[in-house]
C-alpha cells in the first residue's frame, strides 16, 4: 500500500464531509456551522483522551479498545484537516510551518 500524502488526506477527508454536510441538511435543513463542526472535533479528541487512558490502564474500563481509540485518533486528523479546509487553511502548509518553526526553536 502507498503512503498517504497529506494532500490526498485532505481531498478525501473533503468529500466525506461533503456526503455529511448531505445528511445534515436532510436531517436537519441545514449543513453544520465551522463553529459546529469544532466542537464535534473537540468531543473525539476528549474520546481519545478517555481511549488512551483506559489503553494505559489509568482509566477503569476494563479491557482498552485498541480499535476505538486508532479510529478515534484518525477521526480526529480528519476533524482537522475539514476544518482547516473550511477556513480556507492549508494543512500541509500549516503542519510545514508548525515543524519549521519549532525545530528552529530547539535548534534540530
Known amino acids: 500500500m502507498d503512503s498517504l500524502t497529506?494532500?490526498?488526506?485532505?481531498e478525501r477527508s473533503k468529500k466525506i464531509r461533503e456526503h455529511y454536510h448531505s445528511l445534515e441538511m436532510k436531517?436537519?435543513?441545514?449543513?453544520w456551522s465551522?463553529?459546529?463542526?469544532?466542537?464535534?472535533?473537540l468531543t473525539d479528541a476528549g474520546l481519545?483522551?478517555?481511549l488512551t487512558m483506559a489503553q494505559q490502564g489509568r482509566w477503569p474500563v476494563g479491557n482498552s479498545n485498541e480499535s476505538g481509540l486508532e479510529h478515534k485518533i484518525?477521526?480526529?486528523?480528519?476533524?482537522l484537516m475539514v476544518?482547516?479546509?473550511r477556513m480556507g487553511i492549508d494543512c500541509e502548509k500549516a503542519l510545514d510551518n508548525f515543524l519549521s518553526t519549532?525545530?528552529?526553536r530547539f535548534d534540530l
Open 6 to 10: 497529506i494532500k490526498q488526506a485532505a
Open 27 to 31: 436531517h436537519h435543513g441545514s449543513v
Open 34 to 41: 465551522v463553529e459546529e463542526d469544532a466542537l464535534a472535533f
Open 48 to 50: 481519545v483522551g478517555r
Open 74 to 79: 484518525g477521526e480526529s486528523i480528519w476533524w
Open 83 to 85: 476544518l482547516a479546509d
Open 102 to 104: 519549532t525545530e528552529k
